[in-house]
């Protein structure tokens, strides 16, 4: 038996594991993003809404990946709308010295 689906991340927001597992790893833009304060890191992250391998997720974006976006897309969230990111993983380091996966935005696709 495949447990796949069973043991599948849970939840609104985008994991680097859901972006390891993807075949496309591409996510698309459907709201404008909102800025939102962290309750875990206490700091202001991007929140992009958006779709990835057909279900809906909250990419939780880094300073580092919103300007990657801002350089192809601008400053206005709304006109992101439509748009993909391609993603990707890649390995680093908690503030306690544990490698993690990260996402990182690879590509952005005008939409």
Same mark, same amino acid.
């Given at each position: 038996?495949? #447990? ?13 594991? &859901?972006?390891?597992?993807?075949? %496309?790893?591409?996510?698309? #833009?459907?709201? %404008? ?14 929140? #992009?809404?958006?779709?990835? &391998? ?52 690879? %590509?952005?696709?005008?939409?």
């Amino acid at each position: 038996m495949d #447990i796949s689906e069973y043991t599948k991340a849970t939840g609104n927001f985008l994991k680097a594991e &859901d972006v390891a597992n993807s075949n %496309e790893k591409k996510f698309v #833009i459907t709201e %404008e993003a909102t800025i939102q304060v962290s309750e875990k890191f206490g700091n202001e992250r991007l929140h #992009i809404q958006g779709e990835f &391998d057909k279900e809906k997720k909250i990419f939780d974006c880094s300073k580092t990946n919103a300007r990657t976006i801002k350089e192809v897309l601008g400053t206005d969230t709304k006109s992101w709308i439509g748009s993909v990111l391609v993603l990707e993983t890649y390995k680093t380091k908690t503030s306690e010295g544990k490698l993690v996966d990260a996402i990182n935005v690879k %590509e952005v696709i005008k939409g």
